[in-house]
């Protein structure tokens, strides 16, 4: 039997997360965007896509603020990130298009 190093054990714990998030993702049916703390966009989902009118593959790595669509929810995100909050995500309230929608952050 195999022992497994600490970082393989944690590089395998966390390819199982981001598994699991990749799949929750599609079904989400409120809007999803996972940042990291330097805001760059690391997942949307598509009712997200659809909300902001943004393609997840053109925006995918850049900065919250530098897309012109979300410039909007960048203080919101840094005020969140910026608060040292022990949550990992938080809800916004943003209505386009329109509509009132939630988006998960």
């Keep these: 039997m195999e022992c497994l190093n600490p970082y393989k054990s944690l590089k395998l714990k966390y390819a199982a997360k981001r598994n699991l998030l990749t799949a929750f993702l599609p079904i989400q049916p409120n809007a999803v965007l996972v940042i ?6 690391v997942l949307t989902n598509i009712a997200f896509n659809m909300m902001f009118g943004v393609d997840a593959g053109g ?3 850049k900065n919250l603020s530098s897309v ?38």
């Design 59 to 61: 925006i995918k790595g």
């Design 36 to 41: 990291d703390q330097s805001q760059n966009i």
């Design 68 to 105: 012109a669509a979300l410039t909007d929810l960048s203080p919101e995100a840094t005020e969140f990130i910026d608060s040292q909050s022990p949550e990992s995500r938080t809800e916004l309230q943003y209505k386009g298009n329109g509509l009132r929608k939630t988006l998960t952050v």
